[in-house]
């Protein structure tokens, strides 16, 4: 392994929305993230409206900002840490919340061990941490599944075998969905689930229009609540 000196990868947390940075970061992690001159992230333009609103202290301009999103081929994904194996720190940056988790960005962090790059998780919201601490559901054992299928014919049973898991195990299971298919994958659910199996509703998380309620699918069948267009994480324990 070569012995010349090599940079870091720095994990940079994101707001989960229009929340003033500070709020929800603190000052130590900002002011690593306003030094560094190359960032890697998911979608630049935004990286860079980001960069703007922490006030890097490098000039916008100067700092190279390369996309890895899911389109990101292997071997590109071995050229963005080029820059760090040769001694430059880079940033790690995800739309939203923490990166490598529901990001393509674990890629390049698994990359990063095989070559022997240190890699800094900088602490930050994490919307899945979020929801699962506020739901009041099972902390000591749970499984975070992404994004299920889009399809009823697919979902409907992958929500059914969730359920028998949490069930067998005592699991909260905790998953996402794009925010315009909400109310139809929560429609989903109180329909394929068990009418005693508890259902936490984690919205808008860290804004002022934050939201989390936890009941059981009985109850949410009463009164579901408006999701359209509006970041949720769900959560349900049988």
């Not at 939201?211 to 949410?220: D, E, G, Y």
Request: net charge positive; with cysteine; hydrophobic share 45%.
């Amino acid at each position: 392994m070569s012995s010349e000196p090599r940079g870091s990868l720095y994990l940079l947390p994101n707001t989960l929305g229009e929340t003033a940075p500070e709020a929800v970061i603190s000052a130590a992690v900002l002011n690593r993230a306003r030094s560094l001159d190359y960032v890697i992230a998911e979608d630049p333009k935004a990286a860079r409206a980001f960069l703007k609103r922490i006030g890097s202290t490098r000039a916008l301009q100067s700092i190279r900002v390369e996309r890895l999103d899911h389109n990101t081929k292997a071997a590109d994904v071995a050229s963005l840490l080029e820059p760090v194996l040769a001694g430059r720190d880079a940033g790690l940056l995800s739309e939203a919340g923490m990166p490598a988790v529901a990001d393509p960005g674990a890629d390049l962090v698994r990359l990063a061990h095989g070559r022997g790059v240190r890699v800094v998780p900088l602490s930050g919201p994490s919307s899945i941490l979020l929801a699962l601490s506020a739901s009041g559901l099972g902390g000591q054992r749970f499984a975070f599944h992404g994004y299920l299928p889009v399809a009823a014919t697919e979902l409907v049973p992958a929500l059914k075998e969730l359920e028998r898991q949490s069930r067998r195990l005592r699991q909260t299971q905790v998953f996402i969905e794009t925010p315009y298919r909400n109310e139809r994958t929560l429609a989903t659910m109180l329909r394929a689930l068990d009418p005693a199996t508890l259902v936490c509703v984690a919205t808008d998380l860290t804004l002022e229009s934050e939201t989390v309620r936890t009941q059981t699918v009985a109850a949410w069948r009463k009164e579901p609540p408006r999701l359209k267009g509006r970041p949720t994480v769900f959560l349900f324990l049988a």
